[in-house]
């Protein structure tokens, strides 16, 4: 979904940017950084882009869609090889603790 802002039961802005992404089939949002300068009027934060808000807003809206992505590449990581093999390995070593337990 991508990089956006929330707004309080007033309807202000939080001052925090929000960011949403797909993990293990879950939808997962988390907090990213705040945000500074002035925010577009509309309450979408890529409207940024467009002219609206200030600079010093894109440019915290770019820090956050960089933070977005780090949170996606590091929670999305599959086990590298050597990890799953090792595994595999306690795995094995647990099924023969368990299996032998009649002969000692």
């Known amino acids: 979904m991508g990089v956006y802002l929330k707004t309080t039961k007033?309807?202000?802005f939080r001052p925090h940017f929000y960011g949403s992404y797909t993990l293990n089939g879950k939808r997962v949002e988390t907090s990213l950084n705040e945000w500074k300068g002035t925010p577009p009027a509309s309450g979408t934060a890529s409207d940024c882009?467009?002219?609206?808000?200030?600079?010093i807003f894109q440019e915290s809206y770019f820090e956050a869609k960089a933070k977005?992505?780090?949170?996606?590449?590091?929670?999305s990581e599959t086990p590298t090889e050597?990890?799953?093999?090792?595994?595999?390995?306690?795995r094995n070593e647990l099924n023969e603790r368990i299996f032998n337990l009649d002969n000692p």
Do not use: A, N
């Not at 882009?49 to 600079?55: F, W």
């Open 68 to 75: 977005l992505e780090q949170h996606k590449k590091k929670y």
């Open 49 to 55: 882009l467009k002219g609206d808000g200030d600079l």
């Open 82 to 90: 050597t990890e799953k093999s090792r595994l595999i390995e306690q």
């Open 10 to 12: 007033s309807g202000d």
